[in-house]
C-alpha cells in the first residue's frame, strides 16, 4: 500500500516515512499542504502519471493549505474520494470540532500529537483502514 505522509515538521515526516516502510507500505512524503494542493492540480490535470495512495496521514495545520482543507479537496477526486484520511494534531480539539472536519471535510479520523507507540499507532491505523474498507462495503463498524 502507499501511504501519503503530509506534516511540516522535518523530523516527524522522516520518522513516519521510516515507521511506514518498516510496516511495508510505501510512504508518499509532502512537507506541506501546499505541496499536496499542487500534487492533487497535477492528478486533476491528468499530468500525474504515479501511483494513487491508498491512505493519507496529515498534519492538520500547516504551511499553505491547512490538512482539512486538502482533505475536503481530495473528497471531490474520483481516484482519492474513497481513501481514508486521518489528521494528526498537537492542538486540543472538542469532540464538536472533530465532529466538524469528519462531516464537512470528509476525514475518517482526528488523532492527536504526540503519537502514541508505534505499535498503537500501526493498530490504530490499521483499525481506521479496516473500518472504512467495512463501511464501502456496506457495513457500518466504529472505531
Given at each position: ?54 491512505f ?20 471531490t ?44 499507532l ?11 474498507s ?10
Amino acid at each position: 500500500m502507499i501511504w501519503l505522509i503530509a506534516e511540516d515538521e522535518t523530523d516527524i515526516l522522516s520518522l513516519l516515512a521510516m515507521v511506514f516502510e518498516a510496516w511495508g507500505h510505501k510512504p508518499l512524503p509532502f512537507p506541506s499542504g501546499q505541496k499536496v494542493w499542487d500534487w492533487l492540480d497535477n492528478i486533476e490535470s491528468g499530468s500525474y502519471a504515479g501511483d494513487i495512495p491508498d491512505f493519507a496521514l496529515m498534519d492538520i495545520r500547516m504551511p499553505g493549505k491547512k490538512g482539512n482543507e486538502v482533505a475536503n479537496r481530495m473528497r471531490t477526486i474520483p481516484a482519492l474520494k474513497n481513501i481514508p484520511l486521518v489528521l494528526m494534531t498537537a492542538f486540543s480539539l472538542t469532540d464538536s470540532e472533530k465532529l466538524e472536519f469528519q462531516t464537512r471535510d470528509g476525514v475518517d479520523a482526528v488523532i492527536n500529537k504526540p503519537l502514541p507507540a508505534f505499535d498503537v499507532l500501526q493498530s490504530t491505523l490499521n483499525k481506521i483502514i479496516q473500518n472504512k474498507s467495512l463501511d464501502q462495503s456496506g457495513v457500518n463498524q466504529s472505531l
